[in-house]
Nanobody, 122 residues
Framework: QVQLVESGGGSEQAGGSLRLSCAAS????????MAWFRQAPGKEREGVAV???????GYEDSVKGRFTISKDNAKATLYLQMNTLKPEDTAMYYC????????????????WGQGTQVTVSS
């Protein structure tokens, strides 16, 4: 079993930045595909960014050019650098991992973190 623990969330003003981290423990595999999803109250969980074992990345349209997903395999840690934050980015952010390629359009993964709250005010 893999455990994922997110950190780095908090409150920021529009235009600010936050860096989220996701520490993996237990049985980890650098070949896992990993992703960030988010969910705002009353809304469906949506994909934000994904990175596969070859370090190829993909992003939801609304965060392209603002967010950057990366990973450090040696540290078993996933990151999400969020710049130029907007109020629409307010949500609970979840780290996810899977043995298969994660599709940001579908909120399916093998493992999920507990989430970290991001609140962006105007």
């Amino acid at each position: 079993q893999v455990q994922l623990v997110e950190s780095g969330g908090g409150s920021e003003q529009a235009g600010g930045s936050l860096r989220l981290s996701c520490a993996a423990s237990g049985y980890t595999n650098s070949r896992y595909c990993m992703a960030w999803f988010r969910q705002a109250p009353g809304k469906e969980r949506e994909g934000v960014a994904v990175i596969n074992s070859a370090a190829s990345t993909g992003y939801e349209d609304s965060v392209k050019g603002r967010f950057t997903i990366s990973k450090d395999n040696a540290k078993a840690t996933l990151y999400l650098q969020m710049n130029t934050l907007k109020p629409e980015d307010t949500a609970m952010y979840y780290c996810a991992a899977a043995q298969f390629e994660i599709d940001l359009r579908i909120a399916y993964a093998d493992y999920w973190g507990q989430g970290t709250q991001v609140t962006v005010s105007s």
